[in-house]
């Protein structure tokens, strides 16, 4: 049984930095996409960056320059290092994987979710 648990999340102010972590139980997938998603309260879940298994990276524009997500394949763990926050970066975020090559930020694509993990930045 798959199993994704977040961490990482808080409070912080506007142009600080936090770094989300997704640890993966029982994931064993040879080509798979992992990414990142959020959702502010009102508004539909976004696509924040994926990763693929051969390191392909992808990033919404909102967040291109500001946020790196990356893998350790050893702990079965993903990150997303998250810097220069604005308030706008406000929400709950959310590890998602599903085991397929294909990676793009299509919510429904993604069979396996985390339970979620709340960033709050102030101005």
């Known amino acids: 049984q798959v199993q994704l648990v977040e961490s990482g999340g808080g409070s912080v102010q506007a142009g600080g930095s936090l770094r989300l972590s997704c640890a993966a139980f029982g994931y064993t997938y040879s080509s798979y996409c992992m990414g990142w998603f959020r959702q502010a309260p009102g508004k539909e879940r976004e696509g924040v960056a994926t990763?693929?298994?051969?390191?392909?990276?992808r990033y919404a524009d909102s967040v291109n320059g500001r946020f790196t997500i990356s893998q350790d394949n050893a702990k079965n763990t993903l990150y997303l290092q998250m810097n220069s926050l604005k308030p706008e970066d406000t929400a709950i975020y959310y590890c998602a994987a599903r085991p397929h090559w294909d990676c793009y930020f299509s919510a429904n694509d993604f069979a396996y979710w985390g339970q979620g993990t709340q960033v709050t930045v102030s101005s």
């Open positions: 990763i693929r298994s051969d390191g392909f990276t």
